[in-house]
C-alpha cells in the first residue's frame, strides 16, 4: 500500500490566487489603510501667540498681529474651496 503525499509540496494559496492578484490585495489594503488614516496637514497656519494665563485646559491668548483674506463664492460648498482658490 502507498500513501501519495504529493499534498504536502503543494501551496494552496498559489494554486488559486496568482501574483497578480496578491499585488492588488496589498495595493488595496494600502490604500484604504491611507484613507482611513486622518490626515494631519496644516491647511492653515495658526498665528504665533504667547499664553498669558492658564486656567485648568484652558489658555488665554496674546496673538500677534496677522493678515485674514475672506472670498466669497456662490454655488455648492463642494465646489467652493475649488472656485475660491483654484490652482
Same mark, same amino acid.
Given at each position: ?34 484613507? @482611513?488614516?486622518?490626515?494631519? +496637514?496644516? !491647511?492653515? $497656519?495658526?498665528?504665533?501667540? %504667547? ?17 485674514? @483674506?475672506?472670498?466669497?463664492? +456662490?454655488? !455648492?460648498? $463642494?465646489?467652493?474651496?475649488? %472656485?475660491?482658490?483654484?490652482?
Amino acid at each position: 500500500m502507498t500513501m501519495n503525499l504529493s499534498f504536502v509540496n503543494r501551496n494552496p494559496i498559489r494554486e488559486y490566487v496568482s501574483q497578480y492578484q496578491i499585488l492588488n490585495i496589498i495595493f488595496t489594503v494600502f490604500l484604504t489603510l491611507l484613507l @482611513a488614516y486622518p490626515m494631519t +496637514s496644516r !491647511a492653515t $497656519e495658526e498665528p504665533d501667540y %504667547k499664553v498669558v494665563e492658564k486656567l485648568g485646559d484652558v489658555e488665554i491668548r496674546d496673538y500677534s498681529s496677522y493678515v485674514v @483674506a475672506e472670498v466669497l463664492v +456662490s454655488g !455648492a460648498s $463642494e465646489d467652493a474651496g475649488n %472656485k475660491a482658490f483654484p490652482i
